[in-house]
């Protein structure tokens, strides 16, 4: 090789560079705008959306003494179930059969939010162009106590149901969501702990806005009121033992709380590209404008203590929409009722923010669901979206007396619902592991 012909060899590799990167730059300035335009809502205070609304408007509680199983040797003997669910008015008794309670409840969640947005295969949507992206924590874990208790106490003989494993595994939700409608896009499920299913809402997200897919089905599920679920989060020492009043019991904030409330559910979001909606003429319901993920990167179970992860979850979403601090309106909080995990997020709030925190509706509508693991950042987005949609925060309830660590200058929505034009709603979610994620919605105006 000459001297001469170097620099050519050089100008090449930096002409397919620059190519490379323009092409990177162009794919970003073309990235397509997310919205809204279905939700579905099975949870410990309403089977549907409108109940789940109206209840969280009012500021009911959901826990009350398990009814699930014998609750005679566990500390806990509370949660927030579901009341009066029978899968057998939304499923199939056959099919029900082969499924585990957290797939139910995401068939139902999901169909809900199907007819909620006018979807139909085919018709105004094209099943290539569709997806489903679920999540869950912890998944099919009534199966897996029933078929391996089953086990244990059958003298060792292995006499598994052949749907034990298609019952268990967590992916599955997705799977027969798919299969119902007929949508062959993406297909997964997102497992983060309680991070879990706004990590799904996220990935929904990123697909929808690189044009991947026009829809795509997401949210999450979880059913552990189970002896196995119960007793392991009391052996952490992570439940509330008020078994004297479980409806008081998940008090995020207070000075007195004791730990979370366990509870059970679903929910499900159509997020659909802008144009896509327009279109086929849907009702958009708000807009998906920036999402974080990150990690603490500090401990199994305990929240970093100085909200690191948190802090910096919640600044990954603001830059991602290309906001600013101050156009906020409204956080609904992870705030578990834990006696570290409350102050972590709040001092990551206060550090985010700046003065504009005090400005804030800060809420926690885990003091009525209790804490639905990984189906909670599904929940707790619905409520910041409905927020958006009807000019109301849901209320932050069992407020008694306030943690001297919190600032009483914030704005934390004490026990009852308060009236607010909500522009731009952030909603956060953190589970075990150090998982953090942080959703950012906007009031859609065209």
């Known amino acids: 090789m000459t001297l001469g012909q170097e620099p050519n060899k050089q100008t090449n590799k930096h002409k397919y560079f620059n190519i490379y990167i323009i092409k990177i730059v162009g794919n970003i300035m073309e990235l397509k705008r997310v919205v809204v335009t279905g939700m579905g809502a099975l949870t410990p205070i309403g089977n549907n959306l409108e109940t789940y609304w109206e209840n969280l408007e009012k500021g009911i509680s959901g826990a009350a003494e398990i009814t699930y ?4 040797h566990f500390r ?4 927030c179930e579901l009341k009066g669910f029978d899968p ?3 499923i199939d008794r056959k099919e029900a059969r082969r499924m585990d309670i957290f797939t139910q409840y995401a068939l139902v969640a999901a169909s809900e939010a199907v007819e909620h947005a006018g979807l139909e295969t085919g018709k105004n949507i094209a099943p290539e162009r569709a997806g489903v992206i679920w999540g869950s924590g912890i998944g099919g874990i009534t199966t897996f106590e029933e078929e391996v208790g089953g086990f244990a106490t059958g003298n060792g003989k292995p006499r598994f149901n052949p749907f034990f494993i298609p019952k268990m595994i967590v992916d599955i939700c997705a799977g027969h969501i798919s299969i119902k409608y007929g949508y062959r896009g993406p297909n997964f499920v997102t497992v983060s702990a309680c991070a879990s299913s ?3 809402i996220i990935d929904a997200y990123n697909y929808i806005r690189l044009g991947k897919s026009d829809v795509i089905v997401t949210g999450g ?6 002896p196995a679920g119960v007793g392991g989060f009391n ?3 992570a439940l509330s033992e008020r078994n004297d009043d479980p409806k008081t019991a998940s008090r995020p904030f207070d000075k007195h709380r004791d730990g979370f409330v366990m509870g059970e559910g679903a929910g499900a979001l159509i997020l659909e590209e802008l144009e896509h909606a327009k279109a086929r003429g849907a009702t958009i319901y708000a807009e998906v404008i920036g999402g974080g993920l990150t990690a603490d990167a500090y401990h199994i179970t305990a929240p970093h203590p100085e909200g690191l992860g948190a802090k910096s979850v919640m600044l990954d979403a603001i830059n991602d929409a290309g906001i600013k601090l101050e156009e906020v309106d409204y956080v609904n909080v992870h705030g578990t009722s834990t006696p570290l995990g409350d102050i972590q997020e709040i001092k990551a709030i206060v550090d985010v923010f700046g003065e504009h925190a005090n400005k804030l509706n800060i809420s926690s509508t885990k003091s009525m669901t209790g804490h639905l693991l990984g189906a909670a950042g599904v929940a707790e987005t619905i409520a910041s979206l409905l927020a958006i949609h009807k000019g109301i925060i849901p209320p932050t309830i069992n407020h008694f007396e306030l943690d001297e660590k919190i600032s009483a200058d914030l704005n934390l929505t004490f026990n009852k619902a308060q009236k607010r034009e909500v522009k731009v709603a952030l909603s956060n979610t953190f589970g075990f592991g150090g998982h953090n994620a942080s959703v950012l919605l906007r009031k859609y105006e065209g």
């Not at 199983?69 to 005679?72: A, G, P, S, V």
């Not at 599920?221 to 189970?226: K, N, P, V, Y």
């Open 69 to 72: 199983f014998d609750m005679t």
């Open 76 to 79: 806990t003997k509370f949660a």
């Open 88 to 90: 057998l008015n939304h």
């Open 198 to 200: 706004t990590n799904a």
């Open 221 to 226: 599920s979880e059913a552990t009121i189970t």
């Open 235 to 237: 052996a952490m020492k």
